[in-house]
């Protein structure tokens, strides 16, 4: 690759020359959603920094591979995701439907939400109940390690016995000492051994819902082993970046790093990308919390917090004017200046379309264009990436005021550049033409057809029907009137 991308590196505390272990191939692991109620804007953060990063590896030419798993089992309520009740299964019963209608429910509403905000789909999108063998099978190797022991039926981890030849610390830079004695104690129904241990399969109560015959009981996998199995899976022992939200820094990926160094010596990932949060009043935003909104609710403005709403890729644009590890507070001024920022962007795009050149140039657009490419290649950072698209922005409008000259292949190279960062890069399109205004303007355009029919004017009605028609409509013409249809 001609350009040097550095990475922050949170397992070693610092920006990394990205080197990739087999290149051109990347191999990307982050983790996804669990799908018991509808993302939050805060989740969507997280998924749009993703997707950033994807998509700026993908346009570096490197081949991608991005595993972005669903968890619809195994995900309970308490802080490390391993007691109480499965946050599935609790809503199932609330709304007394199957807990497959809850995971199907808001699988939907997740895939939904992320094209609504333009993010890729990933390669590959494993389901925690569709690999359940996979999962069994490491807790066999880690039981075969040493490093479990099963009581009752459950799997547990044993942290201290892991940490007398590992560093269970080296992600999130706490020493044992520390981390037990922030840990509450051990209830008296708790069978875990010690304070920090935690579940590798859980025997199941005979009410829970989704269970699986295992060697040790009828139960389910804990929560933090599915993406050891499945990134394993996809992507081998190890692979080049392993992603999330900060906040499952500290004890999820430090205990599937731990699961894997227990299983095979090997830390998963060589790069540890972590998001930071969105915040509203300087509190990160969740549904606990009851600060959280609905995407849904900011594109109506339907919310309390909310002045008016904003489109979805006004919203895409206001996250990505962050930094993705800087926390980004969520507030109606913001909203509003980027709103104003991203109509800038897109006139200045429409504008560049219709410029002329002159014969000679007073500006070379190549080091602008390299600026681009150096503000991502520093931890991806987009906020640095805008303010040199602005600086294009205001190219574009000096050329068509007249108070600069561009020769042919600088304005080229400008119009490649607003559609190689604005639309590949940073994911952003125009919205203009909003998904309920088509009706309208479709019905005009057959209006206009059959008027163009009864003048007699067949050379005009069939250039709008073949027209149509390339774009991907079918006008089909019947007794009712002319119907169209998207093929
Ligand atoms: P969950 O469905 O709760 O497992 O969360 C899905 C993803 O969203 C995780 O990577 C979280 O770290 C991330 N996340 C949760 N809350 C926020 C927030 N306020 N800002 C950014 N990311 C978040
Ligand atoms: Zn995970």
């Given at each position: 690759m001609e350009q040097k991308l550095f990475v922050y590196n949170t397992l070693f505390r610092k920006k990394e020359l990205f080197e990739p272990l087999s290149p051109p191939h990347v191999g990307i692991y982050?983790?996804?959603?669990?799908?018991?109620?509808?993302?939050?804007?805060?989740?969507?953060?997280?998924?749009?920094?993703?997707?950033l990063i994807f998509r700026y590896l993908t346009h570096l030419g490197y081949k991608v591979r991005y595993v972005r798993n669903v968890t619809d089992a195994g995900h309970l309520e308490g802080d490390g995701g391993d007691e109480g009740e499965d946050k599935i299964e609790k809503k199932a019963k609330l709304a007394q439907v199957e807990p497959m209608e809850i995971v199907q429910k808001y699988t939907i509403d997740f895939h939904e939400t992320m094209k609504v905000f333009n993010v890729l789909p990933p390669s590959i999108e494993p389901t925690a109940t569709g690999h359940i063998i996979e999962q069994i099978e490491l807790v066999q190797k880690i039981l075969a390690a040493g490093f479990a022991y099963e009581i009752n039926g459950s799997v547990y981890f044993d942290v201290e016995k892991y940490s007398k030849t590992h560093d269970y610390g080296i992600l999130n830079r706490r020493n044992l000492e520390d981390m037990i004695n922030n840990t509450r104690d051990l209830g008296g129904q708790d069978e875990k051994l010690g304070k920090l241990d935690f579940a590798l399969w859980i025997k199941a109560k005979p009410e829970h819902l989704m269970k699986w015959p295992s060697p040790w009981s009828l139960g389910f996998p804990g929560w933090h082993l599915e993406c050891s199995a499945m990134s394993n899976k996809y992507l081998g022992k190890q692979f080049d970046i392993h992603g999330g939200g900060i906040d499952l820094m500290p004890t999820h990926h430090t205990n599937e790093i731990a699961q894997s160094m227990a299983s095979c010596e090997k830390i998963p990932a060589k790069y540890w990308i972590h998001t930071n949060m969105l915040t509203v009043n300087g509190q990160k935003m969740s549904k606990s919390l009851g600060n959280s909104f609905l995407p849904q609710q900011l594109f109506t403005g339907d919310h309390s917090l909310l002045n008016k709403g904003y489109t979805p890729m006004t919203v895409r644009f206001f996250m990505l004017q962050a930094h993705y590890r800087s926390t980004l507070d969520f507030s109606n001024e913001a909203m509003e200046a980027s709103e104003k920022g991203f109509k800038r962007l897109l006139n200045a795009i429409s504008i560049s379309e219709s410029?002329?050149?002159?014969?000679?140039?007073?500006?070379?657009?190549?080091?602008?264009?390299?600026?681009?490419?150096?503000?991502?290649?520093?931890?991806?950072?987009?906020?640095?990436?805008?303010?040199?698209?602005?600086?294009?922005?205001?190219?574009?409008?000096?050329?068509?005021?007249?108070?600069?000259k561009i020769d042919a292949e600088n304005l080229s190279l400008l119009r490649q550049l607003m559609k190689e960062f604005v639309v590949d890069v940073l994911g952003l399109k125009n919205e203009q033409l909003a998904n309920n205004d088509l009706p309208k303007v479709m019905d005009m355009i057959v209006n206009l057809r059959n008027?163009?029919?009864?003048?007699?004017?067949?050379?005009?009605?069939?250039?709008?029907?073949?027209?149509?028609q390339q774009i991907g409509f079918q006008l089909m013409d019947g007794k009712e009137g002319t119907s169209w249809n998207k093929i």
């Open positions: 982050v983790c996804g959603p669990t799908v018991y109620s509808d993302v939050h804007l805060g989740n969507c953060r997280t998924f749009i920094s993703f997707d410029l002329q050149a002159s014969a000679t140039g007073e500006i070379d657009i190549a080091p602008l264009r390299q600026r681009c490419f150096d503000a991502m290649n520093d931890d991806f950072n987009s906020p640095v990436l805008i303010a040199e698209l602005f600086e294009a922005t205001r190219v574009i409008n000096s050329v068509k005021d007249g108070k600069l008027e163009a029919k009864s003048n007699k004017d067949y050379a005009t009605s069939d250039k709008i029907r073949i027209g149509l």
